[in-house]
C-alpha cells in the first residue's frame, strides 16, 4: 500500500474525480460466469479510497482517502447465496455452515451466511479447482474499489445521499426492519453492476484487519476484514469505507462473503 499523501492533495484529487463523473460507464465491464455465479470485470487503474475526517459516520479506524493503482479483476455480481454454495458442499463434503438449516436464512437466492473466514476461502479454492482459473476473496482495496462503483469520494455506492431519503430504502439495512437476509439483487446495483455492496450480508475480505491498511507481515490467526455492513447494521457501516472485524473461525448470521476471479496476464 502506498504511503498516504497530504490531505489536501487528495481533496483536489477527488474534486478533479466529481466534476468528470464517474471514471467507467456505468455497467459497461464484461460480464463472466462460472458456476451458476455472474462476475463484473472491474477495470484496471488508480482508485481512490478511504474516508475524510469529515465525512457523516465515519470511523477512527478508517484510512484517510488514498490513491491505490490496482490490476483489473472479475468480482462476483452478488453475495455468493445458498444455492450456489450447496454446489461447493455437495463437491466436497465441506461441513455446512451455522444456520443452513434456519428457514429465516436458508432460501436459495438469500446470500449464505454463518460462514466462516476459513470456509469462504475453501470455497475460492473450490471454484479454482472446478474452472482452472484462480479465485479468491477480495482484498479490502479491491472490495472498497468495487463498491464505489466508480463515484469516487462518495460516501455509499450510491452516492452520499442516506439509505433511506425520501422513503427509498436503498439497502438492507437496520432500519428496514426485516431482521435478516434479502434475496441477492433485492436492491439497485452500483456503477458497476454489482449488487448488494452496501447491507443484506458483511462480507469476508482477504486481508487480516489492522487499524491503517498495511502490507504484514501477519500472524495466520489475525482477525480478518469484513466489509459493507448487513440487515443487522446502522447506516453508517454501509459505507464503502466501513470496516468490521472479526477472527477467521468466527461465524454469525449476518456474515458472507462474495468472491473476485483473477484476470489472466498475458505470456
Known sequence: MKTVRPLQVFAGLLLVFQLMGPPFPAHSQETLEYQGIKFRLIPGGPYVIGSPPQEPGRYV?????????????YIAATEITNAQYARFLKATGHPPPL?????????????VVGVTWHDATAFARWLTQV?????????????????????????????????????????????????????????????????????????????????????????????????????????????????????PEYTDGYIGFRVVRLVARPD
Do not use: I
Request: proline letters at 13%; one cysteine or more; a positive charge.
Open 61 to 73: 479506524d478508517e484510512p484517510q482517502p488514498q490513491r491505490v493503482v490496482l490490476e483489473p479483476f
Open 131 to 247: 474452472t482452472g482459473r484462480p479465485h479468491r476473496l477480495p482484498t479490502e482495496a479491491q472490495w472498497e474499489a468495487a463498491a464505489r462503483g466508480g463515484l469516487s469520494g462518495r460516501s455509499y455506492p450510491w452516492g452520499d445521499e442516506p439509505p433511506d431519503v425520501g422513503g427509498v430504502m436503498r439497502a438492507n439495512y437496520r432500519a428496514g426492519g426485516r431482521s435478516l437476509t434479502m434475496p441477492v439483487g433485492s436492491y439497485p446495483p452500483n456503477g458497476f453492476g454489482l449488487y448488494d455492496m452496501a447491507g443484506n450480508a458483511a462480507e469476508w475480505c482477504l486481508d487480516p484487519y489492522t487499524p491503517q491498511r498495511s502490507r504484514g507481515p501477519f500472524k495466520p490467526g489475525a482477525a480478518r476484514l469484513l466489509k459493507g455492513g448487513s440487515w443487522f447494521s446502522l447506516a453508517r457501516d454501509l459505507r464503502a469505507a466501513a470496516r468490521q472485524s472479526a477472527p
Open 99 to 111: 444456520y443452513w438449516e434456519d428457514k429465516n436464512l436458508n432460501g436459495p437466492t438469500q446470500p
